[in-house]
């Protein structure tokens, strides 16, 4: 039987907080809470000492939670302030002194919490201790990223053919979404493209674009500014090569 790569990945990280002189990490990023826990619901705080891991969330998630992530965290369930029920939980996990919280990843409204309710800690920005775990691919992550990406280039198959001119990014995008969900996705793989007109028009060039050029080429945020007024007027549309 193999051992669970989440208990692994949890170890790996108490001795990244060891090296830093850290007692434990709160951990907000979702990708790394997925990574560390299996959870994958989209309102969830972790922390993670070098013995233990609590996850915190909300009723919303209570048997998900403890189906994804009960085998390898404590999971607790608050059905008003997930922070609040956070540093009541925290302060149960032993002494702790010295925390650290995902810079990258945490807003400066619940930084604030910080020199409030957590005021009973030595809270340090901290950036990239699970990634660059995450940055070590297993057999069985590899296996899933190459298995993601025949799913991708199979629903890129499918859509391609229904692309049609005046059809809009969001139009696009739906189609796409489509594809893979029937293909098996269990999500959007990456964001709707957001792209400044430079980008776009380097994937379809149109004869505006050209002038537009010829006229003299505009900034980068001249750019952008003039795709968000097509795009929130509706008019950001795949356009044929004119």
Same mark, same amino acid.
């Given at each position: 039987?193999?051992?669970? !790569?989440?208990?692994?990945? $949890?170890? %790996? ?20 809470? =997925? ?57 149960? /996990? &032993?002494?702790?002194?010295?925390? &650290?919280?995902?810079?990258? %990843? #945490? ?21 990239? #201790? ?8 297993? !057999? ?16 890129? $198959? ?11 990014? /969001? ?11 029937? #293909? &098996? ?29 010829? =006229?003299?080429?505009?900034? &980068? ?13 509706? =008019? ?7």
């Amino acid at each position: 039987m193999h051992a669970d !790569p989440r208990r692994q990945r $949890q170890e %790996a990280l108490a001795g990244a907080l060891s090296a830093a002189a850290l007692d434990g990490l709160l951990v907000t990023s979702r990708a790394n809470i =997925r990574y560390l826990t299996g959870f994958s619901g989209s309102a969830a705080l972790v922390a993670v000492t070098q013995g233990d891991v609590l996850l915190v969330t909300d009723f919303r998630y209570d048997e998900q939670a403890r189906a994804e992530a009960g085998a390898v965290a404590r999971v607790e369930v608050e059905s008003t302030s997930v922070w609040d029920r956070f540093f009541k939980e925290l302060a149960t /996990l &032993g002494p702790l002194a010295a925390l &650290g919280y995902e810079a990258h %990843a #945490l807003t400066v409204q619940d930084a604030e919490r910080f020199t409030q309710a957590g005021q009973a800690w030595r809270w340090t920005a901290t950036k990239d #201790l699970v990634e660059r775990l995450r940055a070590a691919k297993g !057999p069985g992550e590899v296996a899933a990223i190459r298995s993601a990406a025949e799913l991708a280039g199979a629903a890129l $198959q499918d859509t391609l053919p229904q692309v049609r001119v005046g059809m809009t990014e /969001l139009e696009v995008a739906g189609v796409l979404e489509g594809a893979l969900r029937r #293909l &098996g996705s269990e999500g959007h793989p990456f964001s709707t493209i957001v792209a400044s007109a430079r980008k776009w028009t380097a994937i379809a060039p149109t004869s505006r674009a050209r002038s537009s050029r010829a =006229r003299g080429r505009r900034s &980068g945020s001249e750019h952008c500014t003039s795709w968000w007024r097509r795009r929130s007027g509706g =008019r950001a549309s795949v356009s044929a090569p004119g």
